[in-house]
């Protein structure tokens, strides 16, 4: 029988690459749910190919669904806003949810697939950054098998099932193996790479979200090019791994071809190479312990040449450095880290901020803002408004001379 799968936030980048490997393996998967925000039209088109029984939509896009959809409207069930995201989420008649939203808006909705139990394949990291560590509690108590869609940790995974003696078919374990002494997340350095910090202050929202290897949504492109994607993923790899963070290294490898790489005790380091595209993380958790195809091109070592790796420079991005300050520090502090970055990207999209601002209004936030220790859904969302307000009120008046 088929695995049913649910795409939450199937019309972005990941969406549209998981839809691309499921269409490959028809025999074995079946598309039951999908979800989208503004792109209506986009996600009628999308359901109607690959015959989905169930969509949310957005507040007030029922009809609009329902207009734009060519076939029999009855055959596809329509829920909408958070509270039908969450229904689809936890519905309890797909086997495996793909968490593809962009934003801390995930964080309900990825809880309710974590609590019913699915095969919860996560590409959303923001809801990881703010409850990793109950996210995986929760996975635990309720049976629901983790996989991570981040191509490093997807790769750490990998790298770890072949380390380890055992292999089983369960994704994320509640422990580490003690004879891991270091997980090493790789990074590309984004399109600014080789920028001077002068060079950063001109820097458009346009030539930001121009990434050099990946193709990705703009928010995640954003985040890669100040590299607060390495420092959100450094927080989600604690989590995933249960690990300090002083055990986690990130290295700028430009090429992105190495996707991370775990050393053991013995001084074996093994990595995880692919060609960067997003198919090939996502088959490896669909397929899991089977290996399936992705549609991706082969790699060809001879024609790479040469691999590079160099430390990374917290000074022209500081946002590293302020992860990983959020990440010892614990409790809320990756919330409040989170949600000032959502805000200070979205107002630099925005152009009402210059690129090497960004960094400034988070560290401030993480300034005011106090941590709390508890983690619980209400404590972060609580520390998540309180920071989204202060990094606002911050940038209305411009405080920060730089
Ligand atoms: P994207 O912007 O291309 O797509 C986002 C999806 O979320 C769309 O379907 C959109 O309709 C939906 N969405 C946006 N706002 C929403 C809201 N308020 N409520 C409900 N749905 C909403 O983003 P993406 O690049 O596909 O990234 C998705 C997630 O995966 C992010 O958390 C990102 O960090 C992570 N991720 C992406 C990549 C990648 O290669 N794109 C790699 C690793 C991790
Ligand atoms: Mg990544």
Request: a negative charge; charged letters at 20%; one cysteine or more.
């Amino acid at each position: 029988m088929s695995e049913l799968v649910t795409i939450l936030g199937a019309t972005g980048s990941i969406g549209r690459s998981a839809l691309d490997v499921l269409r490959r393996h028809d025999e074995r998967f079946q598309v039951y749910g999908l979800s989208a925000h503004h792109q209506t039209k986009e996600l009628a088109s999308l359901a109607n190919q690959c015959g989905a029984q169930v969509v949310s939509v957005r507040s007030g896009q029922v009809q609009a669904f329902q207009n734009s959809t060519h076939i029999d409207g009855a055959a596809i069930t329509v829920l909408e806003g958070s509270e039908g995201l969450v229904r689809l989420a936890g519905s309890t008649t797909a086997d495996v949810v793909i968490t593809a939203i962009v934003g801390s808006i995930g964080l309900m909705p990825t809880l309710a697939a974590i609590r019913a139990g699915k095969k919860v394949l996560l590409a959303n990291k923001e809801p990881l950054v703010m409850m990793g560590p109950e996210i995986i509690q929760e996975a635990s108590n309720s049976g629901a098998t983790i996989m991570p869609l981040d191509s490093e940790h997807n790769a750490v995974l990998q790298c770890l099932d072949i380390g380890q003696t055992s292999n089983d078919s369960k994704g994320i374990k509640s422990d580490t193996p003690k004879s891991v002494v270091k997980i090493i997340l790789t990074a590309s350095g984004g399109p600014f790479i080789d920028s001077s910090i002068s060079d950063l202050s001109r820097v458009t929202p346009a030539q930001a979200a121009n990434h050099p290897n990946w193709s990705m949504g703009k928010k995640i492109s954003i985040d890669s090019a100040t590299m607060m994607n390495k420092g959100l993923e450094l927080i989600e790899a604690c989590a995933l791994f249960s690990v300090d963070p002083n055990l986690i290294e990130i290295v700028v490898h430009p090429q992105s071809i190495v996707h991370s790489l775990v050393e053991y005790a013995d001084g074996s380091v093994i990595a995880q190479m692919a060609n960067p595209d997003m198919r090939i993380p996502i088959a490896t958790a669909l397929g899991h312990p089977e290996r399936i195809a992705s549609g991706a091109s082969r790699l060809r070592i001879g024609e790479i040449g040469s691999l590079d790796f160099r430390e990374p420079d917290e000074n022209r991005f500081p946002c590293l450095r302020l992860a990983r300050q959020a990440a010892e520090v614990g409790g809320t502090a990756p919330t409040i880290l989170n949600a000032a970055n959502e805000i200070a990207v979205e107002l630099f999209c925005k152009e009402l901020i210059q690129f090497n601002e960004i960094s400034k209004y988070v560290d401030k936030t993480l300034e005011h803002v106090t941590v709390d220790r508890t983690r619980d859904f209400e404590t972060v969302t609580q520390a998540d408004v309180e920071a989204r307000r202060y990094t606002k009120q911050l940038i209305r008046s411009s405080t920060i001379s730089i």
